[in-house]
């Protein structure tokens, strides 16, 4: 026994793509949001949920294609990312990065 199947595919897959639309649609929202928001901090929030979305579709990614090296870049984005956040909203606070 092979386990369910859908359209030909084991229903893991199938759910792993159609995830991965989802938070494509996800990524385009957070697109839009950064690109018409309309103060700063919704666009370092934004920018901030373009991360977070990026980092799921690589993980679903690498669970899609079976590789272990989606996981390892999605834990770099996800240090980037956090990292520019702080930056981000220091600059904002203090309209200086530097002290």
Same mark, same amino acid.
């Given at each position: %026994?092979? $386990?369910?199947?859908?359209?030909?595919?084991? +229903? *893991?897959?199938?759910? *792993?793509?159609?995830? %991965?639309? /989802?938070? $494509?649609?996800?990524? @385009?929202?957070?697109?839009?949001?950064? @690109?018409? $928001?309309?103060? #700063?901090?919704?666009? *370092? #929030?934004? +920018?901030?949920?373009?991360? /977070?979305?990026? &980092?799921?579709?690589?993980? +679903? +990614? $690498?669970?899609? %294609?079976?590789?272990?090296?989606?996981?390892?870049?999605?834990?770099? &984005?996800? %240090?980037?990312?956090?990292?520019?956040?702080?930056?981000?909203?220091?600059? /904002? &606070?203090?309209?200086? &990065?530097?002290?």
């Amino acid at each position: %026994m092979t $386990g369910i199947q859908v359209f030909g595919y084991p +229903l *893991i897959d199938t759910t *792993i793509v159609a995830v %991965m639309y /989802v938070v $494509g649609v996800a990524m @385009l929202m957070g697109l839009y949001r950064l @690109l018409r $928001g309309p103060t #700063l901090p919704d666009r *370092i #929030l934004a +920018l901030d949920t373009l991360n /977070v979305t990026a &980092i799921a579709e690589l993980m +679903l +990614l $690498g669970m899609h %294609m079976r590789s272990a090296i989606y996981f390892e870049a999605a834990l770099v &984005i996800a %240090m980037l990312g956090f990292v520019g956040t702080v930056v981000l909203s220091k600059f /904002v &606070i203090r309209r200086d &990065i530097v002290e």
